[in-house]
């Protein structure tokens, strides 16, 4: 069974930074595709971010160049740094495989930009 522990998040100005970090047990993290999604009140989760296997990393236009994904596959961690954050970052962030959908979510981290 693969859990996942979100972590990093809280109340930030515009402009700031934020380092997110998502534990995982359960499966080894540098043999999968992990990404971070968010979700914004009142709308649906999508994905932000995504890296290989490989350790190519993917992101939707709104976070590149601001947002960076990585992971330390000996902590088995997934971390997403945010920089430059806006307003429309507020959201609850979770990681997970994004193709797997038997995975549970994880109760995810708040992250609350003010203008």
């Known amino acids: 069974q693969v859990n996942v522990v979100e972590s990093g998040g809280g109340l930030v100005q515009a402009g700031e930074s934020l380092r997110l970090s998502c534990a995982v047990s359960?499966?080894?993290?540098?043999?999968?595709?992990m990404g971070w999604f968010r979700q914004a009140p009142g709308k649906q989760r999508e994905l932000v971010a995504h890296?290989?296997?490989?350790?190519?990393?993917n992101y939707v236009d709104d976070v590149k160049g601001r947002f960076t994904i990585s992971r330390d596959n000996v902590k088995n961690t997934v971390y997403l740094q945010m920089n430059s954050l806006r307003p429309e970052d507020t959201a609850v962030y979770y990681c997970?495989?994004?193709?797997?959908?038997?995975?549970?979510w994880g109760q995810g981290t708040l992250v609350t930009v003010s203008s």
């Open positions: 359960g499966m080894r993290i540098g043999m999968n595709t």
């Open positions: 997970r495989r994004p193709s797997i959908t038997a995975d549970a």
């Open positions: 890296i290989t296997s490989g350790g190519t990393a």
